[in-house]
């Protein structure tokens, strides 16, 4: 499909705002890219996928989604036309998708090499600051999401690690294989906090432990995550 039909939108874009269509024309006529399109539902990028291009949204609307523990799944962003993704993966040393991207609506999305890329930042100036810009305020806001997910409760805490342990050894009667400390270190709670919460759980029914834990009600447990 030709870059032609998307100079407008791509002009528009804060990352090649700096380019005249004629420039757009020139400089596409020199770099491996590529235009798909996609239809509602469908799967763009999944986790641990190899990112090795950066993506300009055309036409549509894309949804990135996470699965958690529980199976799970969480609506985190929304993209639309003119936004970008994977400006974060393909120069990472390791460029493996931690999400699934998909179709909200018919979509259109322009794939740039990542060779392409690198020679864009070292030869325009512009679109190097602006990547610069986009990356960082994306580092940002993934530091301040990062603040959210860590203020979950230690009771939260406790019940996603004993589902997703419930789910690995396909058992109600959890292994630990880890003291109590260990276990606290590894949720990133305190001991004594770890053991209040364990002991509340256990007297609402919804576990049994001593030196192994038995879940005694999954779906309330399921509900606490």
């Given at each position: 499909?030709?870059?032609?039909?998307?100079?407008?939108?791509?002009?528009?874009?804060?990352?090649?705002?700096?380019?005249?269509?004629?420039?757009?024309?020139?400089?596409?006529?020199?770099?491996?890219?590529?235009?798909?399109?996609?239809?509602?539902?469908?799967?763009?990028?999944?986790?641990?996928?190899?990112?090795?291009?950066?993506?300009?949204?055309?036409?549509g609307?894309?949804?990135?989604?996470?699965?958690?523990?529980?199976?799970?799944?969480?609506?985190?962003?929304?993209?639309?036309?003119?936004?970008?993704?994977?400006?974060?993966?393909?120069?990472?040393?390791?460029?493996?998708?931690?999400?699934?991207v998909?179709?909200?609506?018919?979509?259109?999305?322009?794939?740039?090499?990542?060779?392409?890329?690198?020679?864009?930042?070292?030869?325009?100036?512009?679109?190097?600051?602006?990547?610069?810009?986009?990356?960082?305020?994306?580092?940002?806001?993934?530091?301040?999401?990062?603040?959210?997910?860590?203020?979950?409760?230690?009771?939260?805490?406790?019940?996603?690690?004993?589902?997703?342990?419930?789910?690995?050894?396909?058992?109600l009667?959890?292994?630990?294989?880890?003291?109590?400390?260990?276990?606290?270190?590894?949720?990133?709670?305190q001991r004594?906090?770890?053991?209040?919460?364990?002991?509340k759980?256990?007297?609402?029914?919804?576990?049994?432990?001593?030196?192994?834990?038995?879940?005694?009600?999954?779906?309330?447990?399921?509900?606490?995550?």
């Amino acid at each position: 499909m030709s870059i032609v039909n998307y100079l407008s939108i791509i002009t528009n874009t804060n990352l090649f705002k700096s380019f005249s269509q004629e420039a757009l024309i020139s400089l596409f006529s020199r770099i491996p890219y590529k235009i798909e399109k996609y239809s509602k539902g469908d799967l763009i990028l999944a986790e641990d996928d190899t990112c090795s291009t950066l993506n300009l949204i055309l036409e549509g609307t894309l949804e990135v989604q996470k699965m958690d523990a529980s199976g799970k799944v969480l609506s985190i962003a929304e993209f639309t036309k003119g936004d970008i993704f994977g400006e974060m993966l393909i120069f990472a040393d390791k460029n493996t998708s931690p999400i699934n991207v998909l179709a909200k609506s018919k979509v259109a999305v322009l794939h740039i090499q990542k060779d392409a890329v690198l020679s864009l930042c070292q030869s325009n100036k512009g679109f190097l600051l602006e990547y610069l810009r986009i990356i960082s305020n994306k580092a940002l806001i993934l530091n301040l999401k990062l603040k959210e997910v860590t203020l979950k409760t230690i009771r939260q805490k406790i019940c996603e690690y004993l589902f997703a342990q419930h789910k690995e050894q396909n058992s109600l009667k959890i292994k630990l294989n880890m003291t109590k400390k260990d276990w606290a270190d590894k949720i990133g709670v305190q001991r004594p906090s770890l053991s209040r919460e364990l002991i509340k759980l256990k007297e609402e029914g919804i576990i049994e432990y001593d030196k192994d834990i038995i879940i005694k009600d999954l779906d309330s447990l399921k509900e606490l995550i």
